[in-house]
């Protein structure tokens, strides 16, 4: 597949080292290119633009107060966008109101799966993810059929399995889990042992 970075920090890097392990071939763009990362994972580089038109899925991973702005002028209308940003404040609330970011990114045309949010980086960097035997599950919510089944591909290449987890219109609650997690993690507290399994 071709993917098209926006962003050249840990998620980028992290997503972008395992996918080209699996064959895929990047384009990374960021603001100043040419991005060290791209060197090392021997991609591409290019404009936010270039990059959109190049990737069949497109990863956004800058920082969720530049993601609109980002996207707008990558011009990703009718491409897959994988959004894996938080738009979490450092006292863990979120920084949206009424509409989740993975909706207000969806208002550019852009077939948006919710997806990544809600590991760290470093779980990420994992190969594969497999916490008590089992391989981590990553929630995934989104519209668009083609786009979430591209997008399951790409999470079964990590290692993981894809769970769609409901429409766009649930991405609110990613955003929300993601805030509410953070703060649990930042107050020393074992979130995985919060959720024992049904039954
Ligand atoms: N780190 C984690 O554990 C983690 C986990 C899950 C989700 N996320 C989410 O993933 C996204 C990326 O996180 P990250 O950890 O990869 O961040 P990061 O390491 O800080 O990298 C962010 C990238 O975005 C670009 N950037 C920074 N400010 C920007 C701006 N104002 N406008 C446009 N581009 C800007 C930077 O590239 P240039 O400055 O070179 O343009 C940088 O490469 C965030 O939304 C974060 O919430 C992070």
Redesign the pocket.
């Known amino acids: 597949m071709r993917i098209g970075i926006l ?7 992290a997503l972008g080292t395992q996918w080209t392990r699996q064959g895929h071939e990047l384009m990374i763009a ?3 290119n040419p ?1 060290p990362l791209a060197t090392r994972l021997e991609a591409r580089t290019g404009s936010y633009a270039e990059a959109a038109a190049f990737g069949q899925v497109l990863l956004l ?7 609109l ?2 996207l707008t002028e990558a011009g990703a209308a009718g491409r897959t966008v994988i959004d ?5 404040a450092p006292d863990w609330t979120l920084t949206t109101k009424d509409i989740s970011l993975a909706e207000q990114l969806a208002t550019t045309g852009a077939h948006v799966v919710k997806a ?7 779980t ?1 960097r994992l190969t594969p993810p497999v916490f008590a035997d089992r391989p981590l599950a990553v929630p995934l919510c989104g519209d668009d059929p083609t786009a979430l089944a591209q997008v399951q591909t790409l999470v079964r290449d990590l290692g993981c399995d894809p769970v769609v987890a409901g429409p766009l219109s649930r991405a609110g609650l990613l955003e929300a889990t ?1 805030a509410f997690v953070i703060g649990l993690w930042m107050r020393g507290a074992d979130a995985q042992a919060i959720l024992p399994p049904l039954g």
């Open positions: 962003g050249a920090g840990d998620m980028a890097e960021t603001r100043t991005a991973a800058v920082p969720a107060a530049a993601a702005d980002v894996c940003t938080n738009p979490v990544f949010n809600l590991c760290h980086v470093d990420w993601a």
